[in-house]
């Protein structure tokens, strides 16, 4: 996923220098890790105020980055947790755990 998102900082936000772009690219993964780490401990107290909060805030950070697969799954996260839908938002945290592996990668 992180050629998709060079891609997109490059064609989208017409940004050429690698440094750069090397330098949003961390910023963005620290942010997907803490806000990940904060998501499964919300879960974990069922506190579907803060997850929703959570999944908010990463998937407007993942639309201006252009990570679209993980700003879907925030999506349907915020709306689960706003419904407080227990099993919809496991599922979620669980793509996005799936997805933090290939972003890591």
Same mark, same amino acid.
């Given at each position: #996923?992180? /050629?998709?998102? +060079?891609?997109?900082?490059?064609?989208? !936000?017409? %940004?050429?220098?690698?440094? @750069?772009?090397?330098?949003?690219?961390?910023?963005?993964?620290?942010?997907?890790?803490?806000?990940?780490?904060? #998501?499964? /401990?919300?879960? +974990?107290?069922?506190?579907?105020?803060? !997850?929703? %909060?959570?999944?908010?805030? @990463?998937?407007?950070?993942?639309?201006?980055?252009?990570?679209?697969?993980?700003?879907?799954?925030?999506?349907?996260?915020?709306?689960?947790? +706003?419904?407080?839908?227990?099993?919809?938002?496991?599922?979620?945290?669980?793509? @996005?755990?799936?997805?933090?592996?290939?972003?890591?990668?």
């Amino acid at each position: #996923m992180k /050629k998709i998102i +060079e891609e997109y900082i490059r064609n989208s !936000l017409e %940004i050429d220098e690698q440094e @750069l772009i090397d330098e949003l690219v961390r910023d963005y993964v620290l942010l997907f890790t803490q806000s990940l780490a904060n #998501m499964q /401990k919300a879960f +974990e107290k069922r506190d579907f105020f803060a !997850l929703r %909060i959570l999944a908010h805030t @990463l998937k407007g950070s993942s639309s201006n980055i252009g990570a679209e697969p993980v700003r879907m799954v925030s999506l349907q996260l915020q709306d689960a947790a +706003e419904a407080c839908d227990e099993e919809p938002c496991a599922l979620c945290v669980a793509e @996005l755990e799936k997805l933090s592996a290939h972003l890591n990668n």
